[in-house]
């Protein structure tokens, strides 16, 4: 299109548009003597810069105008059009422009006149559409972990905390005279009539942004409007208008608008496009994103960044006529890059196993459509210092692609808050099965806890002594399986003599615990496990004190927890706030308490675990303070485990590879990976920096009774020594 062809179209002199190209896109020398075609951006800024005429071919105003009979109109425009050399056709194109004046005056009326005959439309009784917006999840110090999102992802905010260039863009674009009509702008409904004609198609909209939100909140948008419809949409957008302020108004059409990419509202828009919340928008980038609502796949500027930009173009001339911005502030947005960025929305905690843990909470405590609608802000349980330092533990100690996955889990004794949940698979993406929660693996001798336990409960002493062959044969009916009574044996097939109970579980000797099990009894050691944390079903059968059924390493630090609380377990929990919209506290979460063991069994299992630390078989956890533990190793080394605590901070460590129960042979080093290799230096890594920040506490010392002090007797009775 040439200049004279544009300045035709838009009623004006070519000389003014001619002269105003000139100033806006100056042209280099060599080009300056040839025919000037007009590319898209130049003619949108052009149609932007003088959107309130009536395009129909310039003509010179005459000084008196008197009224004429139609067949005299036509007469003078087709003798003009000859004159000027121009199509007698477009002549008549405008003479039926002007006929339909009448008709667009005519409908105004009409509409106003149906709507006001359906002014009984009332507010009150419509429902808005739930439109949702995205929640944020946040950990224990307040720093924000991650969103997620609704079903429309959106985040409303005030039109305070939005960059007024967006809100001026916004109404210069969609609807100029915002400010000045109430509901409806008749204006605008004549001044988009006679351009859609003129154009030969559908070119500009009269819609208000008062209706354009009444169709949003009340009517919905998938649907195509009919005629009683849109009588529906005036009659709700006056009814608004005269309860909500102009400002109410806009800020609600700009929370709720589809920007493109997934996002609705501006404050989603703005992070979106360019990493940064709506109040920090610049001029430029407001005016592209005031532009994407009319059309946001054929302005997506991360797919047409032409389109996009020549669309910005017409948003800054559309605020240039509106007064809104100044020629020199114009020309500098003009030139300014788009700069787009694609940032993350949500947070640096978003696919970890403890985000994905906590909307599966989310889910289970308010259901699917209440978190699916959104508008929660969600206070976690999680320390990120713990998690990094969980993280870093792990990465230190699994170093290549072919190592096994590993998972850590570590919780408040006191609460049940769920401090720090950590995995890593080397070597591959974060799996979107949850290794701390969703992993059912044997644990191996660290079930022993769960026996030794029970035959404290069962009054049996940590002093009687056992014998610990190095194979043993269970004769016993609870104890048959596939291959006839149960054959258990030492690590190695080592003979480990007689010793005391506490010696026993400090060296993991597994046929003195078989004797122990078959003397309380299987299915009262899964009573005890089920009491002290664990979920996972449990089949009262004796291999059970060898933990050859499948835990979660959840439930194992759950119920290490219980005894370093001794003996009191506090169900673990991820969520200790839900703040709905307007911070409105929905829900307070803590851990239900309620004793699980008894205080003095409990002091004596951890005294007992202590041992297995200073002198057993998780030497290498120690940490310098007191701590109790202990080492599990599944068959053939498929798994293993170190869970362990302080009076102040439970966790356990779960190695192992995640997509099967393959051996874990010559890893960093270790022929075999058992509880006392990796996994007890991953939690003494862990755990020396958790409680470098705690004071140094010591564990409650197990009662002991006194000495029974025989009465004195006659000197003439001996005593046996």
């Known amino acids: 299109m040439t200049p004279q062809e544009l300045a035709r179209e838009l009623g004006i002199s070519p000389a003014t548009l001619r002269a105003w190209l000139r100033r806006r896109y100056p042209r280099e020398a060599d080009n300056q003597g040839r025919r000037w075609h007009l590319g898209a ?35 003078a425009h087709s003798r003009r059009g000859r004159r000027d050399g121009q199509p007698v056709a477009r002549r008549l194109a405008a003479i039926v422009i002007v006929l339909g004046l009448v008709g667009v005056v005519l409908t105004g009326i009409g509409y106003t006149a149906m709507a006001a005959f359906r002014s009984s439309c009332a507010l009150a009784p419509e429902r808005p559409i739930e439109l949702g917006s995205n929640s944020f999840v946040y950990a224990a110090n307040g720093s924000r972990l991650g969103m997620v999102p609704a079903v429309r992802r959106r985040q409303p905010v005030g039109l305070a905390r939005m960059s007024p260039w967006l809100a001026r863009a916004t109404v210069a674009i969609e609807d100029r005279r915002f400010w000045q009509h109430g509901a409806i702008d008749y204006e605008a409904i004549v001044r988009a009539a006679i351009a859609d004609a003129a154009a030969g198609r559908v070119v500009q909209g009269g819609s208000t942004i008062t209706e354009q939100l009444v169709r949003n909140l009340y009517l919905g948008t998938t649907k195509a409007m009919s005629l009683e419809g849109k009588i529906d949409e005036a009659c709700l957008a006056v009814q608004l208008a005269n309860v909500w302020p102009k400002q109410r108004i806009l800020a609600a059409y700009m929370n709720q608008i589809y920007y493109g990419n997934d996002a609705y509202g501006a404050q989603a828009a703005a992070e979106t496009y360019f990493g940064r919340a709506a109040r920090k928008l610049a001029l430029p980038q407001a005016a592209l994103l005031a532009g994407l609502p009319q059309s946001p796949t054929a302005y997506d500027p991360f797919q047409r960044p032409k389109a ?9 001339a559309a605020m240039l006529s509106n007064g809104d911005i100044s020629d020199a502030r114009y020309e ?31 889910d289970r405590r308010f259901g699917t459509r209440r978190a699916g609608i959104g508008g929660l802000r969600v206070e976690t349980t999680l320390a990120p ?81 056992w014998s610990g062959p190095p194979t043993l044969t269970m004769p016993d009916p609870r104890c048959l399986n596939a291959n006839g009574f149960w054959q258990v044996h030492n690590y190695a097939d080592e003979a480990a003599g007689t010793m005391p109970l506490v010696q026993a579980i400090a060296h993991s000797v597994n046929t003195i615990f078989a004797q122990v099990v078959v003397k309380v009894g299987p299915d009262r050691v899964a009573q005890v496990a089920h009491g002290m944390g664990i979920t996972s079903p449990l089949q009262p059968v004796c291999s059970i004190t060898l933990g050859s059924q499948a835990v979660t390493p959840l439930e194992m630090a759950d119920a290490f927890a219980t005894l370093a609380d001794r003996g009191v377990r506090h169900a673990p929990f991820a969520v ?29 299992v951890t005294w007992a675990l202590q041992h297995v630390i200073t002198e057993g ?21 498929q798994d293993a485990w170190f869970c362990g605590y302080v009076p102040q901070l439970a966790a356990c460590v779960w190695v192992g590879y995640p997509q099967g129960e393959i051996p874990m042979t010559n890893v960093e080093g270790f022929s075999g990976v058992f509880g006392g290799s990796l996994p007890a230096l991953i ?26 002090v025989q009465p004195s007797t006659p000197a003439t009775t001996t005593t046996k020594h």
């Open 41 to 75: 951006e130049q003619v949108a800024a052009a149609r932007a810069r003088w959107p309130q005429r009536v395009y129909r071919p310039y003509r010179p105003r005459p000084v008196q105008r008197s009224p004429l009979p139609i067949a005299s109109l036509y007469a």
């Open 308 to 316: 996009a930009r020549a669309r910005r173009t017409e948003v800054l």
């Open 332 to 362: 500098r947005a003009l030139r300014a890059p788009l700069g787009l960025r694609r940032a993350q929305v949500g947070g640096p905690g978003e696919g970890s196993d403890f985000f994905r843990y906590v909307t599966g909470e989310l």
């Open 385 to 465: 210092w713990l998690q990094q330092a969980a993280e870093l533990a792990i990465a230190a100690h699994l170093r290549t692609a072919a190592d096994p996955a590993a998972a850590l889990v570590a919780i408040d004794p006191q609460t049940g808050a769920i401090r720090a949940m950590a995995s890593l698979v080397p070597g591959r993406r974060q799996p979107v099965f949850n290794l701390a929660t969703q992993s059912h693996r044997q644990a191996g001798s660290a079930f022993k806890t769960f026996t030794l336990t029970a035959a404290l409960e069962e009054g049996i002493s940590l002093d009687s002594v």
């Open 576 to 604: 200790a706030r839900v703040k709905g919209p307007g911070g409105v506290l929905l829900r307070r979460l803590s851990g239900r308490a309620r004793d699980a063991v008894p205080e003095g069994v409990a002091d004596e």
């Open 617 to 637: 078989t998780g030497t290498v956890a120690a940490i310098g303070r007191p701590t109790a533990g202990k080492t599990g190793t599944g068959e053939n080394f």
């Open 683 to 708: 939690w003494h890594d862990f755990m020396s920096a958790a409680v470098a920040r705690l004071p140094v506490e010591n564990f409650a010392i197990p009662y002991t009774p006194a000495p029974v």
